[in-house]
C-alpha cells in the first residue's frame, strides 16, 4: 500500500475518534512542547545574553581592568574577598601607564559611576547612573545622539561641567523644551546639558535610559571618582583577535608596574563579556542536560499510551483487517498501516506540542523579561521525535494485526 | 469441458480443537471449468465455508492438492497467498464485509489499492465495477446509508473490480430477504453471462437452481455433484 494513503487514512481514523485520539497522544504532546518551550526559553535567553546582556554591561571585543570582578558567578569565598578588597585600586595614573605601554591599538576611556539625583527646574530624577568617562566612551558604547553633541577632549581636558544625558532623563526632567543648553543640576552643582543619547531600551526590564555622562574631570567628580582613582578603564579592541593580543599586554604592563614577581597572582583583574555570561552558562548547561531526561520520561510514557490505543485499535478493527487481507492485503500492507497510523497520530501529537511550544514561548516572553526566541533545529527535532515514538510505538501492535489469521479475523466480532 | 481454471485432489482440512481433531473436509476432488456457474449446497457443518476459504486462497489444506489456473497454491506462502486472492479471486460474503466508514467508491477501490493501481485509475475502474451492479448514483454513500441489497452489490462491485479468475460466494443472499435475493441472483445470472466463473454456496434450493452445476457436501465429502439447467440462463 502506498504509503500517502496510509497515513490519509491514519488522518481520517483520527478525525473520526477525536478525542480518543487526543487523549492517546497527549504524551508526545507534553513531551514535545517541554522540548520546544525549554529550547525557546534557553536560546532565547543566550542570544539575549550574549548580544544585549555582555554587549550593553561590557561592550563588542571590549574588556575592563578592574580591581576586582564585578561579575562574580559560583561561590566567592571570605578569603577571596579579603584578597580583593586589599588590593590597590585603579588609578589613573595605572590608567596612563597603561595608555603609553600597549602597542595594540585600542580605545579606551577612563570610567568611574555612582547613583545620581538630578534637578531641574524644581523637578528631580533620583537614582540615576552618574558617568564620569572620557569621549571615546561614546564610541565604545556605539551611543547615538538624538540631539546636541558628546563632549570634546578639550572639555575634558578643562573639566567643564557639561551633560549628556539619556532619553529617560530627558523625557523626565525636559519633556516639551529643547533640552540642549539646559541647566540641570547635581549634587548642588550646576550642569549644561549638550547632548541626549537615543532610546536604549530595557535589559530584563530594567531601563538602559537612565544615565547621564559627563567628562570624569567635571565638577562632581569628588563625588564619584575620589582623588586620582577610577571604577575601570575600558579598553575596546578591533576584534576578538587583537582582543585578546591586548589583553596579554594589558596584563604584562600591570604586572610589570605594580612589580609583581612571577608566580605572584596579579592584583588586578580583566573583566570580559565571557566572564559576565559564566553564570548563565552554568544555568544553561543545566537547563539543557536536564532537559533530555524531562522530554525523554514523557515521550516514553507517550509511547507506551499509543501502544496501548494501538493494540486496542486493532482488536477493534480485527475484522477490517480480515476484510483487508481477504481483498489481498500482505501482512506487510498491514504492517505499514498500522505503523503509519501510530506515526501518524504521534506527528499529530507533535505538531500540537510544536504549537502550543511555540504559544509558550510567545507567552513567556509576553509577560516576562525573558526573550524566548524558537529554534529552528528544536521544531525539526520535534517532528522527527513525533515520528519515531509513533513508529517505535506502533511496531508491536502492528505486528500483531499482520500476522492474524484472516478467516479468524473475518469471523471477529 | 476445457481444461479447468481449479482441480481439486482430495483434500483434506483437520482443524485441533485441543485432543480432538475436527475432520471438516475428509478427501474432496472437484474440477471446475472456466465460465461455469456452480452451486455448492449441504446441511450445516458440511464444510461447505471450509471449501470456500480453501479455494478462495484464505486458508491452506492439510492435505490434497489444489491447482488454480495451472498452479498448485496450496504450498504458497502467506505474501503469495495475499496476491492470488488479489489477482485470481473475488469474495463475496453474507455479511457484506463492507468497511463501514468507508463510502461505497472507497469500499470497491480496495482491492486496487494493494494491487498498486494509481488512484486515479482506481477511481475509474471502481465507478465502472459500480455501474455494473447498477450503483453508479450511489458512490458516495456509506454502507449504513443503503439498503442490504445495494450493500450486497458493493460487495459484488468489490469483486469484480480486479477481473478475478473466479467469484466466490459463501451464502451471498443467507441475509435477505427473497425479492432481494432474486436481484442479486439475476446480477450473477448477467455476470455468468459475461464469462465470469462463479462458485457460490447456499442453503436455498431455488437460489441453487441458478447454477448450472450443484454439488452436495456432507460430511467433508462430495455426495453428489450434478448438472442442474440453470434457469436464468
Ligand atoms: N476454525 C475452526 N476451528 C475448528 N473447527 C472448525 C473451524 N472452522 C470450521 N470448523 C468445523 O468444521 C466443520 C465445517 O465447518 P464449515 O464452516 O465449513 O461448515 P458449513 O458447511 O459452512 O456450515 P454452515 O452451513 O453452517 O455455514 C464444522 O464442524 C466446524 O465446526
Ligand atoms: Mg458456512
Not at chain 1, 581592568?65 to 590597590?88: K, Y
Not at chain 2, 494509481?118 to 455501474?131: C, Q, V
Request: proline letters at 4%.
Amino acid at each position: 500500500m502506498p504509503w500517502l494513503e496510509a497515513v490519509r487514512l491514519a488522518l481520517k481514523t483520527i478525525r473520526a475518534q477525536k478525542l480518543k485520539s487526543f487523549f492517546s497522544l497527549i504524551g508526545v504532546l507534553i513531551g514535545v512542547t517541554f522540548l520546544i518551550a525549554v529550547v525557546s526559553i534557553v536560546t532565547g535567553m543566550n542570544n539575549y545574553m550574549e548580544d544585549k546582556f555582555a554587549n550593553a554591561l561590557i561592550g563588542l571585543n571590549t574588556f575592563q581592568l578592574r580591581q576586582r570582578p564585578n561579575f562574580t558567578s559560583g561561590n566567592v569565598t571570605d578569603d577571596m574577598w579579603r584578597e580583593w578588597s586589599r588590593r590597590p585600586r585603579i588609578s589613573y595614573d595605572d590608567a596612563a601607564y597603561i595608555k603609553a605601554h600597549v602597542k595594540t591599538p585600542v580605545v579606551y576611556a577612563n570610567f568611574c559611576s555612582d547613583r545620581a539625583t538630578v534637578n531641574y527646574n524644581g523637578k528631580a530624577a533620583k537614582d540615576i547612573e552618574l558617568v564620569g568617562t572620557e569621549p571615546t566612551y561614546f564610541d565604545i558604547k556605539n551611543y547615538k545622539l538624538t540631539a546636541g553633541r558628546p563632549f570634546a577632549a578639550q572639555e575634558m581636558q578643562l573639566g567643564l561641567p557639561v551633560l549628556v544625558i539619556g532619553s529617560e532623563v530627558a523625557e523626565k526632567l525636559l519633556k516639551g523644551v529643547d533640552p540642549i543648553g539646559k541647566e540641570v543640576t547635581m549634587y548642588g552643582l550646576p550642569y549644561r546639558v549638550i547632548g541626549v543619547v537615543e532610546r536604549q531600551g530595557t535589559l530584563f526590564g530594567l531601563s538602559l535610559d537612565k544615565f547621564v555622562i559627563m567628562p570624569f574631570t567635571a565638577p562632581a567628580r569628588r563625588w564619584i571618582c575620589p582623588i586620582n582613582i577610577l571604577d575601570h578603564l575600558i579598553i575596546q579592541a578591533s576584534g576578538p583577535g587583537t582582543m585578546t593580543i591586548a589583553m596579554g599586554e594589558v596584563e604584562a604592563s600591570m604586572r610589570t608596574r605594580r612589580h609583581l614577581k612571577p608566580g605572584q597572582e596579579n592584583n588586578f583583574f580583566l573583566q570580559t563579556s565571557e566572564a559576565a555570561l559564566e553564570g548563565w552558562e552554568k544555568i544553561s548547561k543545566i537547563l539543557i542536560t536536564a532537559l533530555p531526561l524531562l522530554v525523554s520520561i514523557s515521550l516514553i510514557v507517550g509511547g507506551i499510551v499509543i501502544m496501548n490505543i494501538m493494540l486496542m485499535s486493532v482488536s477493534e478493527r480485527t475484522r477490517e483487517i480480515g476484510i483487508r487481507k481477504a481483498l489481498g492485503a500482505r501482512r506487510r500492507d498491514v504492517l505499514a498501516q498500522f505503523v503509519v497510523e501510530s506515526a501518524t497520530l504521534s506527528t499529530v501529537g507533535a505538531a500540537m506540542g510544536i504549537a502550543l511550544g511555540i504559544a509558550l514561548a510567545f507567552v513567556v516572553r509576553a509577560v516576562t523579561p525573558l526573550p524566548a526566541a524558537v529554534a529552528p533545529w528544536s521544531i525539526v527535532l520535534g517532528v522527527v521525535v513525533g515520528v519515531l515514538v509513533g513508529m517505535v510505538a506502533g511496531i508491536y501492535p502492528a505486528n500483531r494485526a499482520a500476522k492474524l489469521d484472516p478467516i479468524v479475523a473475518l469471523r471477529a466480532e | 469441458m476445457s481444461e479447468p481454471i481449479i482441480r481439486i485432489r482430495d483434500l483434506t482440512r483437520h482443524y485441533e480443537m485441543g485432543t480432538e481433531t475436527v475432520q471438516a473436509l475428509r478427501g474432496v476432488s472437484l474440477d471446475i471449468g472456466r465460465n461455469e456457474y456452480l452451486a455448492i449446497m449441504g446441511p450445516s457443518g458440511s464444510g461447505k465455508s471450509t471449501m470456500m476459504n480453501m479455494i478462495g486462497c484464505l486458508d491452506t489444506p492439510t492435505g490434497g492438492e489444489y491447482w488454480l489456473n495451472g498452479q498448485e497454491v496450496s504450498q504458497l506462502s502467506d505474501d503469495q497467498l495475499a496476491r492470488v486472492r488479489n489477482k485470481e479471486i473475488g469474495f463475496v460474503f453474507q455479511t457484506f464485509n463492507l468497511l463501514p466508514r468507508a463510502t461505497s467508491l472507497h469500499n470497491v477501490e480496495l482491492p486496487l489499492v494493494y494491487a498498486g493501481v494509481s488512484s486515479r485509475e482506481r477511481r475509474s475502474r471502481a465507478s465502472a465495477a459500480l455501474g455494473r451492479v447498477g450503483l453508479g448514483n450511489r458512490m458516495d454513500h456509506r454502507p449504513n446509508e443503503l439498503s442490504g441489497g445495494q450493500r450486497q452489490r458493493v460487495a459484488i462491485a468489490r469483486a469484480l473490480v480486479n477481473e478475478p479468475s473466479i467469484l466466490l460466494a459463501d451464502e451471498p443472499t443467507g441475509n435477505l430477504d427473497s425479492t432481494t435475493s432474486e436481484e442479486i441472483m439475476q446480477v450473477f445470472a448477467e455476470l455468468h453471462r459475461q464469462g465470469q466463473t462463479i462458485i457460490m454456496v447456499t442453503h436455498e434450493a431455488d437460489i441453487a437452481a441458478h447454477a448450472d452445476r450443484t454439488v452436495v457436501l456432507r460430511d467433508g465429502k462430495v455426495e453428489t455433484d450434478r448438472a442442474t439447467h440453470g434457469v436464468a440462463a
